[in-house]
């Protein structure tokens, strides 16, 4: 694997910032929890990415937000600590990363057409299973409640939520990917092999 | 769009330590708090948050915004935690002191409430801790504490350059709202689900399109100053470690151990004053 250039090193930065800046915006649903774009952002890097800078912009985020800037929105609404109840959803977040992004690069990436979104739906249903499953374990472990309870208060609520989002993701990255593909075409040919 | 977060340039004893002993410290700190439910212990934190974020000399208007987003997600939490495991508190603590009269599967105890106390306690200690972080270290010097804590200089690089992309990157949305909507897009409630979907990408594909298309740009300006030629580099911003510093750390470490030791008196991580 080739270690890092210059180049990459600000396309992780770039795209850990665009977490920091788009995660706490939220879209309100009706009598239901707001989507944030919080995990949106996180596919999104994984997605363009791939799995080896994917998960290195979203472990910048995540060690942005650690040390307490407020980037973290939605599940059950832990902010800063990744040792409280809701860090499990966090922490979590550069390994979903990581198999969303090596999914998609291995299988989805060179399709085309309903292939192609397919691949990328699949990867993010995986990632997302990554992150509420670590999530949910730190929770039950930490409040003790049972484990009916922790998916009624931290699952339940979020899925159509989560669903939408992989909507968005879903829509932009191939639109994305066009101006990826001029400018970061060696790079990302090489985190590919 | 208010910025999220700001360095305020106020110089106080905070001021002067490392980055890295406030890193330290910040997450000791967290983990003593977070370990335990005890609320003697939680209360101490909670009172020495507030002195040191007096210490450091912030404001409560420099970071209200912050306060108040904090707020609405321990309340949306509380009542989650209250709506789908009203008994939780009386699990933990064994007894059921039903209050107001109420009684039932929704019936208030001061088991329940009792818990939401030690919950709302864990925040008020750490939350303050988490402010002084971010309201008294320089960002470049919080990327050379974290190389000199073990972090290569690559991945510490990186979060120097997203912390100081997250404001650009910030204006680039709000501008391109603006504009966006100027030309029709409806990002409120009146709009559908749909509809604001499709609203919501128009606004993140020229988003994430301009922040790429920087990259170039600023890749080219570091390499051109000779950015990563060598496997070290020194700090422009880096600081030497101090007594204070050494103190600070010594007495986090403290409270981490008396977080520990009192998770073993109190037979777990639960207080119980029902007992």
């Not at chain 1, 059950?76 to 690069?105: C, D, H, K, Q, T």
Request: aromatic share 12%; glycine share 8%.
């Amino acid at each position: 694997m080739k270690k890092f250039t210059v180049k990459t090193i600000v396309l992780c930065a770039m795209f850990a910032a665009l977490c920091c800046a788009t995660a706490p915006i939220s879209i309100p649903l009706p009598g239901g929890v707001p989507i944030t774009l919080q995990t949106a952002a996180v596919f999104l890097a994984a997605l363009l990415l791939g799995p080896l800078y994917g998960f290195v912009a979203v472990l910048v985020y995540v060690l942005l937000g650690a040390v307490g800037l407020p980037v973290f929105a939605g599940f059950s609404g832990g902010i800063g600590s990744l040792v409280g109840m809701s860090g499990g959803f966090i922490m979590s977040w550069p390994f979903a990363a990581l198999l969303a992004g090596f999914i998609y690069f291995k299988f989805g990436r060179n399709k085309k057409g309903v292939v192609k979104y397919a691949e990328m739906i699949v990867a993010m249903l995986l990632g997302s299973v990554v992150i509420y499953v670590v999530g949910l374990t730190q929770f039950i472990f930490l409040t003790k409640m049972s484990i009916q309870a922790s998916l009624l208060a931290c699952m339940v609520p979020f899925i159509p939520g989560d669903l939408l989002k992989m909507v968005l993701v879903a829509i932009i990255v191939p639109v994305l990917e066009k101006a990826m593909k001029s400018i970061f075409a060696d790079e990302l040919a090489s985190a590919n092999a | 769009m208010t910025n999220l977060f700001n360095y305020i340039d106020r110089p106080s004893r905070i001021h002067n330590l490392t980055g890295a002993t406030k890193l330290i410290c910040l997450l000791l700190w967290s983990f003593a708090a977070m370990g335990t439910y005890d609320t003697r212990f939680l209360a101490l934190l909670s009172i020495g948050s507030i002195v040191l974020f007096y210490i450091g000399h912030i404001h409560l208007k420099d970071v209200s915004f912050m306060l108040g987003f904090t707020m609405v997600f321990l309340v949306l939490n509380t009542i989650l935690v209250y709506l789908f495991s009203p008994h939780h508190g009386t699990e933990i603590y064994g007894t059921t002191t039903y209050l107001f009269g109420m009684s039932g599967h929704f019936g208030l105890t001061a088991e329940q409430l009792f818990y939401h106390l030690n919950y709302w306690l864990k925040y008020t200690a750490t939350i303050p801790i988490i402010l002084l972080f971010i309201c008294t270290t320089n960002p470049s010097e919080f990327a050379a504490s974290l190389n000199r804590i073990g972090v290569s200089y690559s991945i510490s690089y990186s979060v120097s350059l997203a912390l100081r992309y997250i404001p650009d990157i910030q204006r680039q949305y709000d501008e391109i709202s603006k504009a966006s909507q100027a030309r029709g897009v409806e990002m409120s409630k009146k709009a559908s689900i749909i509809k604001r979907l499709q609203s919501a990408s128009a606004i993140l594909i020229p988003l994430v399109l301009t922040s790429i298309d920087r990259i170039e740009g600023i890749t080219n300006a570091m390499e051109l100053r000779g950015f990563g030629k060598n496997k070290k580099r020194t700090w422009y911003m880096g600081k030497k470690f101090k007594a204070a510093d050494y103190v600070s750390m010594i007495v986090c470490a403290g409270l981490l151990v008396i977080s520990i030791m009192l998770n073993i008196h109190n037979g777990g991580r639960f207080y119980n004053p029902f007992k």
